[in-house]
Nanobody, 127 residues
Framework: QVHLVESGGGLARAGDSLRLSCAAS????????VGWFRQVPGKERDFVAA????????YYSDSVKGRFTISRENARNTVYLEMSSLKPDDTAVYYC????????????????????WGQGTQVTVSS
């Protein structure tokens, strides 16, 4: 089992940057693939970015590609989401999720494929 804790959310203005962190206490975290998803009230949880267990493979949604960067520091059991050029449309609760077995891009992008989830962190971007 993996316990995930997100941090780094908050208020930002359009054009600002924020860095979200997803930390796990388990030493086996470096074996897990990790994804970031976001959700606004009344809508489905949308894929944002994902990184393989090794950090060698990353995926991004079209809406954040070029603005967000996902990375991981396995020595610290932490995955980061660097968000730049923020837009009001980026306002959402951001969740990180972890899963051991993902293979195809479609797997990484599907919230249904992830077993472990954090509690979420709110990001609010004003215009």
């Amino acid at each position: 089992q993996v316990h995930l804790v997100e941090s780094g959310g908050g208020l930002a203005r359009a054009g600002d940057s924020l860095r979200l962190s997803c930390a796990a206490s388990e030493r086996t975290f470096d074996a897990y693939h990790v994804g970031w998803f976001r959700q606004v009230p009344g809508k489905e949880r949308d894929f944002v970015a994902a990184v393989s267990w090794s950090g060698d493979i990353t995926y991004y949604s079209d809406s954040v590609k070029g603005r967000f960067t996902i990375s991981r520091e396995n020595a610290r059991n932490t995955v980061y989401l660097e968000m730049s050029s923020l837009k009001p449309d980026d306002t959402a609760v951001y969740y990180c999720a972890a899963e051991l077995s993902l293979r195809y891009r479609s797997d990484y992008e599907s919230s249904l494929r992830y077993k472990y989830w954090g509690q979420g962190t709110q990001v609010t971007v004003s215009s």
